[in-house]
Nanobody, 123 residues
Framework: QVQLVESGGGLVQAGDSLRLSCAAS????????MGWFRQAPGKEREFVATINWSGRSTYYADSVKGRFTISRDNAKNTGYLQMNSLKPDDTAVYFC????????????????WGQGTQVTVSS
């Protein structure tokens, strides 16, 4: 089992930055690929970014490419999502997830999920 806890969400203005963290415990974090997903009110959960176990490979949704950066520090058992140039459309609950095997943009591929952290971007 892997337990994931997100933090770092909050209320910011358009154009601001936030860094989300995902603290992992349980099994060896470096054995798992990690992903970030988000869900806005009334909308389905959507993929944001994913990173492989080593951190060398990443993949982003087109909507965040160039603004968001996913990273991880396996020594600290923590993943990150740096979000720059935030827009009101980025408002959502952000979830981190982990899976054994290769990284993936598909939510159902992930075995473990955090509880989410709210990000609200005002215009």
């Amino acid at each position: 089992q892997v337990q994931l806890v997100e933090s770092g969400g909050g209320l910011v203005q358009a154009g601001d930055s936030l860094r989300l963290s995902c603290a992992a415990s349980g099994r060896t974090f470096s054995n798992y690929a990690m992903g970030w997903f988000r869900q806005a009110p009334g909308k389905e959960r959507e993929f944001v970014a994913t990173i492989n176990w080593s951190g060398r490979s990443t993949y982003y949704a087109d909507s965040v490419k160039g603004r968001f950066t996913i990273s991880r520090d396996n020594a600290k058992n923590t993943g990150y999502l740096q979000m720059n140039s935030l827009k009101p459309d980025d408002t959502a609950v952000y979830f981190c997830a982990a899976r054994s095997g290769s990284f993936s943009s598909i939510g159902r591929d992930y075995n473990y999920w955090g509880q989410g952290t709210q990000v609200t971007v005002s215009s």
